[in-house]
């Protein structure tokens, strides 16, 4: 009885990192309802350096975790006779998981770069416009 219940506790382990890595495959950036609304409302300058500095954060959080189950995964393969046989799925799992945040942490900078380019387009045609405001009016 316990090999067919190991068994499939095996089978549903592998169904699941499967999944976990499936879905870090095509990593998002961190989408909080906060920067959600923020990102949508942007309009100026300032409000998508705002949001670059929201996404940045949340990547930070997210190196910081990656940072911190990395240590947890050194302890699972160096303590792993504590775990018995829960050892590999335990490694296997906090491997899949670093995946996930490296991946999101990448996607989550990518998105701030984009409201980096964002502002700085804003601010050139503002640049811009206001140069040429003065040339069209001594025209007249």
């Known amino acids: 009885m316990k090999t067919k219940s190991g068994n499939l506790f095996t089978a549903l382990m592998i169904a699941l990192l499967v999944s976990v890595s499936a879905s870090a495959t095509a990593a998002q950036p ?6 959600r609304a923020a990102a949508e409302n942007a309009t100026t ?6 949001v670059a500095r929201q996404y ?12 911190e189950k990395k240590e947890l995964l050194e302890h699972y393969e160096d303590k792993s006779y504590i775990y018995g046989r829960r050892a590999q799925d335990l490694q296997s799992h906090t491997h899949a ?3 996930h945040y490296e991946k999101t942490a990448r996607a989550t900078m990518q998105a701030a770069a984009l409201h980096r380019r964002m502002a700085a ?9 206001s140069t040429q405001a003065p040339n069209a009016v001594s025209g007249l």
């Open 30 to 35: 961190i989408d909080t309802p906060e920067i």
């Open 45 to 50: 300058q300032s409000d998508h350096e705002a």
């Open 56 to 67: 940045e954060d949340a990547a930070s959080a997210l190196q910081a975790k990656v940072e």
């Open 97 to 99: 998981l670093i995946l």
């Open 121 to 129: 387009r804003l601010n050139e045609n503002h640049a811009a416009s």
